[in-house]
Each structure stands twice: as C-alpha cells, then as structure tokens.
C-alpha cells in the first residue's frame, strides 16, 4: 500500500475516533469540556497552564472540568514540583481506551432500551385522543373507558406503524455506532497492547545484557590469571634447565 493511502487512512481513523471522544465527553460533562478532546488528543503530559490558555478559562475552571474526567478514568496525570514558585504543576494525558469503552457501554444501553420499546409497540395496543393529542396504552384506555378524562373524547386506537419504523432507524444507527466504537476501543486496545509488549521486550534486553557483562569479566580475569601462571611456570622451567646444564 502507498504511504499516502496509508497517512489517509490512519488521519481518517484519528478523526473517526476523536468524533466518538467528543461524544462520550460531552455526554458525561458538558460541551465546556469537549475542546479539551482536541488539546489531548495523540498527546501525552500537556501542562495544565497551557490548556487554560487555549480553552481561555481560569487555571480553576480547567482542573474543575479536567478532575470531572479523570472520575470517569478518562484522562490520568503526572505532577512536578516548580522549583522557583514551589507548587506543583499537572500534566494531562488522554485515556481513549477507557472513554470509548464507556462510550460502547453507553451505547448498548441505550440500543436495549429501543429494542424493549420496539418490542412493547409490537405487542401492545396504545390509543390516542385527537382533540388533546394525548397517548394512552391499553391499560389506562380501560381504566378510563377509553374515554379522555382531559376533554372527554373517545380514545381511538392509535397506529404503530410510523412509530416502530422511527424507532428501527434508530436501533440500525445505535448498532452502527456500537460496532465503530467497538473498532475503535479494540485497534486502542491492541496498540496499547503492543506498546507494553515492546516496553518488556525492551526490558528483558537490558536485563539480559547486565547479565552478560559481568560473566565477561571473570572470563577476562581467569584468562589473565591463567596467561599469569603460565608466565611463571615457563620461567621455573627456564630456571631448572639452565642449572641442569650448569
């Protein structure tokens, strides 16, 4: 494939996913916050000073707005102490693992609660009162006489037909969604995965070389021993001949 196919697909992707993170966070704090997604987003350890300015908020509201989101697990920090002024300053990172599995969990949620309601409209009866355009299941139509106790009319059987067909657009667009933010908490997921293997590849190599390196050095040092008394046992042997031919 093309680096240039390629750099599209993946900015392509990033958008996609940056749309979802956008959704779930302002379903859970507020619009105020969704900016936010954008500043974090492919980033790591963003000063918190830095995010007030852009947002153009008090260095309060943002870590109002940023503790919001690590309640739900959606971002993490770091803090360093400033040497100078003494206090300690945050650095934000975006967690879009967790946000788009609390996304999917959103979604599937709300996804069952349409599928009950199709459900119910498939094998209840609801009825209508056209003067007060009041809706009435079964239930309460007989109760009342299947007469309207706001003006008396006669509650007439109300057609489902448009309702469920609203409602079965909505499940095939929620199990569209469910499966993009399922897409896309895996690809996190198996890149967060492959990070960690590559972290304790990168470990294990270190740790294989420190111990390498001390076994080299007694090798060295028996070899010179052993050149040492070699030295010396040809010297004694010198020695004996010599007197021997003395």
Known sequence: MPKKSRKKKTSVNKKKQIKLLKTIVESLIGKQ?????????????INEFIIAKKLKLTINQTRNVLYKLLDHG??????????????????????????????????????????????NRRESNYYFCNNCSVEVNEETALLNNFICH?????????????????INDKITKLKKDVELASMEKSKEGTEIASKKF???????????????KPIK??????????????????????????????
Not at 85 to 109: C, H, M, R, S, V
Not at 157 to 164: G, R, Y
């Open 74 to 119: 959606l971002v993490s920090f770091t803090r360093k102490k400033d040497r100078k002024k003494g206090w300690y300053i945050y650095f934000w990172t975006l967690n879009p693992y967790q946000a788009l599995n609390l996304l999917e969990d959103g979604l599937k949620k709300k996804l069952q609660e349409q599928e009950a309601l199709l459900k």
């Open 150 to 166: 706001e003006c008396d009319g006669v509650y007439q059987l109300a057609d489902n037909t448009k309702f469920i067909q609203e």
């Open 217 to 246: 050095k007694i090798k060295k040092i028996k070899r010179y021993k052993n050149s040492r008394k070699t030295m010396k046992h040809k010297k004694i042997i010198k020695k004996i001949k010599t007197k021997k031919k003395r």
């Open 33 to 45: 916050s969704v900016e936010i997604v954008d500043l974090l987003a492919g980033k790591k350890h």
């Open 198 to 212: 590559k972290k304790l590849e990168a470990a294990k190599r270190r740790e294989a070389k420190k111990q390498k």
